[in-house]
């Protein structure tokens, strides 16, 4: 029979990305012990993998820029953007607590943001929408703070990295993107690369960790600091309910069932369902079997947080307009083989390339926020069959700017070109034929781009028209930063299907992150956040880090919740620790590098300092292993 084992603490996290991390750093600080489980053998989930961006209105950060809104502003926008889906309990709390997490953070932990003056919503021309002030990046991070921790890090999406290096800030872009144009860039891209390569020759990896790397690597590190172990490979195989109360989870660790105990709470924060083929079987249209949808997000993400919730009475939104936040992504053949997913973000604004469907028509402003595109996409795809569509670009463009996994001039492209990833056509009528797109159509949608196009115009469809638009294209280009005629070939396209960059469908929940059952009552002692809750913003996307914004915000008000239950309890928490004995900071003086030892006592009977369960540790009743 296989072994069970014991180990308590106050909170139990279940998934390591930002939401997570952000719940048990701040449930930590008030003194409580938390435990952190990741399912995957790293740490980070899709935080680790993303943009690292977050989208929060009215913080510190924007009033130091001379940047100054009322909740009101953002509200109306959220309003806007949500329509019929629009939950004012967890909009008002979001957009009070956001600015309040965003000083915690700040303030008392390893997290550091970068703001840039001017980064518009996606929808930045619609009632409570801004140019700039709300979506703030992840600062860069050394990772050789994070000591030995920094191996068990999930690396960046390769797909969005340049030899392995994920790229941070758009000033680092424009840089790799100008270094065959301009000294000044060529010179930053040879340091950073140069440093790279040492980095990698001696530690197995970067340590410039930037985006969601530096988000996850920093979230992490403040969590070891306030001795919050977190165990790998450790999927929570059930819950624990008794008397009508979620008090833990049965997770299975090292080929052992431990049994967790959490005196106040479990959160889940497991990352939403883009891997859970049954879910997407009912939630996405246009995956009928549930496999027409590629996902860079990570296979872990499976819907484990979902089906417990809903183990213990919580419900699942199935109501949202669309389930997931859409991104195109075309399918790249990785050096080992093995598929990637390429979510198409900025190069779709560029100027010089369009999109089209198999007949050969445009559909959409490409400029647009790529869940806006995918969205198109869909309208125009229906009656054809597949969903899908092609970028299209000529030589100077693609070598100028890159496309998809392409990456500009010097950097080759026969690699792409050899896996069919990427199309080439020495003319328009020759491209058509070799993707299959209706050549009559493509020839006369080019021709009458091109004719606009010349004079910076898209009469059509207004590509450049937008803020946000005019925000990836190219500064340097004029008269339209979007626009340019594509009229010198070869050309090249390349395929996008439908992926997505997390869910929104998710658990009921309210103002503080309490799962809620079908009769909107409370579950007792379970939380949900990030992308396992249902998303505030409707089923919409109105701007960078929608999805990280909401993540750190309710992991902070979660952790609050949970350390205000009980507190008037001899004023201590669930396992003695004084309240009133944590710092104001909320990091302990001492700022020890975190390891299980710190959490002793916390096993029914003995543990290691790596805090794996012991051999003389009782087993648990039997009741427990049928649970497992």
Request: proline letters at 6%; a positive charge; one cysteine or more.
């Amino acid at each position: 029979m296989e072994d069970s084992r014991q180990y308590d603490c106050d909170v139990l996290v279940v998934g390591s990305g930002a939401s997570g991390m952000a719940a048990a750093i701040t449930a930590a600080s008030a003194g409580l012990k938390v435990l952190i489980i990741e399912k995957e053998p790293r740490f980070g989930g899709s935080t680790a993998r993303s943009g690292g961006w977050l989208w929060i209105p009215g913080t510190s950060l924007a009033k130091v820029q001379g940047i100054h809104e009322t909740p009101d502003e953002g509200r109306a926008y959220l309003r806007h953007e949500a329509g019929d889906s629009y939950n004012a309990e967890r909009v008002d709390a979001f957009l009070e607590h956001g600015p309040r997490a965003v000083d915690f953070f700040t303030s008392n932990t390893e997290v550091q943001f970068d703001m840039p003056l001017v980064f518009p919503d996606y929808h930045a021309e619609a009632p409570g929408g801004k140019q700039g002030g709300r979506s703030m990046v992840a600062r860069p991070y050394d990772g050789r703070k994070l000591g030995s921790h920094v191996r068990d890090l999930a690396p960046a999406l390769p797909e969005l990295t340049v030899f392995g290096m994920m790229l941070g800030s758009g000033k680092e872009i424009v840089h790799f993107m100008r270094a065959t144009r301009s000294l000044a860039s060529a010179w930053y891209v040879a340091k950073r690369l140069t440093r790279h390569f040492l980095d990698v020759a001696k530690h197995g990896r970067g340590m410039t960790l930037t985006n969601g790397n530096a988000l996850a690597g920093r979230l992490a590190a403040s969590a070891f600091k306030l001795g919050v172990p977190l165990w790998l490979n450790a999927p929570a195989k059930s819950l624990i309910i008794e008397d009508g109360a979620v008090r833990g989870a049965v997770v299975q660790r090292d080929g052992a069932t431990v049994r967790v105990r959490a005196a106040r709470a479990v959160v889940l924060a497991s990352g939403g369902f883009p891997y859970d083929i049954e879910r997407r079987k009912q939630l996405y249209a246009h995956a009928p079997n549930g496999t027409e949808h590629y996902s860079p997000s990570p296979t872990g993400n499976a819907g484990d947080g979902l089906r417990l919730a809903e183990s213990a009475g919580g419900q699942v939104n199935t109501a949202l307009p669309n389930a997931a936040a859409w991104v195109p992504v075309s399918v790249v053949t990785r050096k080992d083989g093995s598929p990637g997913y390429m979510p198409h973000f900025i190069d779709r604004a560029k100027p010089g390339v369009i999109a089209v469907t198999r007949n050969g028509r445009r559909f959409t402003n490409e400029g647009s926020s790529y869940h806006d595109f995918v969205q198109e996409m869909v309208r125009a795809c229906e009656g054809q069959g597949e969903t899908c569509a092609w970028l299209i670009c000529d030589h100077k463009t693609l070598r100028k700017y890159g496309l998809g996994s392409v990456a500009p001039f010097p950097l080759p492209i026969k690699r792409y070109l050899d896996t069919g990833y990427l199309t080439r056509g020495a003319s328009v009528a020759e491209l058509a034929q070799k993707t299959g797109i209706d050549a009559g159509s493509l020839r006369q949608t080019v021709e009458a781009y091109n004719r606009e196009a010349a004079l910076g115009r898209d009469p059509q469809f207004g590509k450049g028209s937008k803020a946000y638009n005019r925000y990836q294209g190219d500064a340097l280009h004029g008269p339209n930063p979007c626009v340019a005629p594509i009229v010198k070939g070869p050309y090249y396209a390349i395929k996008v299907m439908i992926g997505d960059i997390g869910t929104f469908a998710g658990l009921k929940v309210d103002g503080e992150g309490r799962v809620l059952s079908e009769e909107g009552q409370v579950v007792a002692g379970l939380y949900a956040v990030g992308n396992d809750a249902c998303s505030i913003m409707g089923g919409n996307y109105p701007g960078a880090g929608i999805t990280l914004g909401p993540a750190l915000t309710f992991g902070y008000i979660a952790g609050q919740s949970i350390a205000a239950t009980g507190k008037a309890a001899a004023g201590t928490s669930a396992s003695g620790i004084p309240a009133s004995g944590v710092p104001a900071s909320g990091i302990p003086a001492s700022g020890v590098q975190a390891s299980d030892a710190s959490a002793s006592g916390a096993f029914a009977s003995g543990a290691s300092a790596s805090g794996k369960p012991t051999s003389d540790m009782p087993a648990t009743d039997a009741s427990a292993q049928a649970a497992a």
